[in-house]
């Protein structure tokens, strides 16, 4: 049985591997996620290597094995499934539940997470638009793309947003801008680092950083 030190590693390879362009995840970004040293994470990738749960290249980076995939994909549908809980069933604010599912995810067990799944209809998506995998680990993706790359002067929907600190879910909730919300980007300033947008009525204006982190489709 991983420990769940294992599986907060193996998570944090499958959120980094699903989020980047590249074949291999470094291992600073393993580190900076998990906010631990590159030392401490270096070792536990060669133990992870050693159980066939990921293939390590030094000074490059790992991927998960097919066993690592399943593993993290079992933890990520954990953390989604509370998540989705703790919001719609015992009304726990968005920007709340990602600490709580960190330290449920390692203590529920399947059974309450599949009478949790069958409780909420078997849903596709978390409260903030993070795809939730099967109990056969498979993801529904939509195709979205971030307000720095969407179209300009067209409706568009958020439908995700990749950034869980607490302070920017609360941000985004004042501003409009949860997932579901409609808006139009109305102008891209690059050289001054600002985006543009109405939604809701109002004007709001992003940061290039903030704007990144926000993904919407057409309507």
Same mark, same amino acid.
């Given at each position: 049985?991983?420990?769940?030190?294992?599986?907060?590693?193996?998570?944090?390879?499958?959120?980094?591997?699903?989020? !980047? &362009?590249?074949?291999?995840?470094?291992?600073?970004?393993?580190?900076?996620?998990?906010?631990?040293?590159? !030392?401490?994470?270096?070792?536990?990738?060669?133990?992870?290597?050693? @159980?066939?749960?990921?293939?390590?290249?030094?000074?490059?980076?790992?991927?998960?094995?097919?066993?690592? &995939?399943?593993?993290?994909?079992?933890?990520? &549908?954990?953390?989604?499934?509370?998540?989705?809980?703790?919001?719609?069933?015992?009304?726990? *604010?968005? @920007?709340?539940?990602?600490?709580?599912?960190?330290?449920?995810?390692?203590?529920? @067990? *399947?059974?309450?997470?599949?009478?949790?799944?069958?409780?909420?209809?078997?849903?596709?998506?978390?409260?903030?638009?993070?795809?939730?995998?099967?109990?056969?680990?498979?993801?529904?993706?939509?195709?979205?793309? @971030?307000?720095?790359?969407?179209?300009?002067?067209?409706?568009?929907?958020?439908?995700?947003?990749?950034?869980?600190?607490?302070?920017?879910?609360?941000?985004?909730?004042?501003? !409009?801008?949860?997932?579901?919300?409609?808006?139009?980007?109305?102008?891209?300033?690059?050289?001054?680092?600002?985006?543009?947008?109405?939604?809701?009525?109002?004007?709001?204006?992003?940061?290039?950083?903030?704007?990144?982190?926000?993904?919407?489709?057409?309507?």
């Amino acid at each position: 049985m991983a420990t769940s030190t294992v599986e907060d590693y193996l998570k944090c390879i499958l959120v980094q591997e699903q989020s !980047g &362009r590249d074949d291999l995840v470094p291992m600073g970004s393993i580190g900076a996620a998990l906010e631990v040293a590159p !030392g401490t994470v270096t070792a536990m990738m060669k133990t992870l290597a050693d @159980s066939e749960l990921v293939e390590y290249e030094p000074y490059s980076g790992v991927r998960l094995t097919p066993a690592g &995939r399943k593993l993290a994909a079992h933890v990520l &549908r954990r953390h989604r499934l509370i998540e989705s809980f703790l919001v719609q069933v015992l009304d726990l *604010d968005w @920007s709340e539940v990602h600490e709580e599912a960190e330290q449920l995810e390692h203590a529920v @067990s *399947d059974r309450l997470i599949e009478r949790i799944d069958e409780m909420l209809g078997r849903p596709a998506f978390d409260p903030h638009g993070d795809p939730i995998p099967t109990a056969e680990g498979h993801f529904e993706e939509t195709p979205a793309t @971030s307000l720095l790359h969407c179209a300009v002067g067209e409706p568009l929907k958020v439908v995700r947003v990749l950034d869980q600190q607490a302070d920017f879910l609360r941000l985004l909730e004042r501003d !409009g801008l949860t997932p579901g919300s409609e808006l139009t980007v109305q102008a891209r300033q690059e050289a001054v680092d600002r985006v543009e947008l109405e939604t809701g009525g109002k004007v709001v204006t992003l940061g290039y950083r903030a704007a990144s982190k926000i993904f919407v489709q057409g309507e």
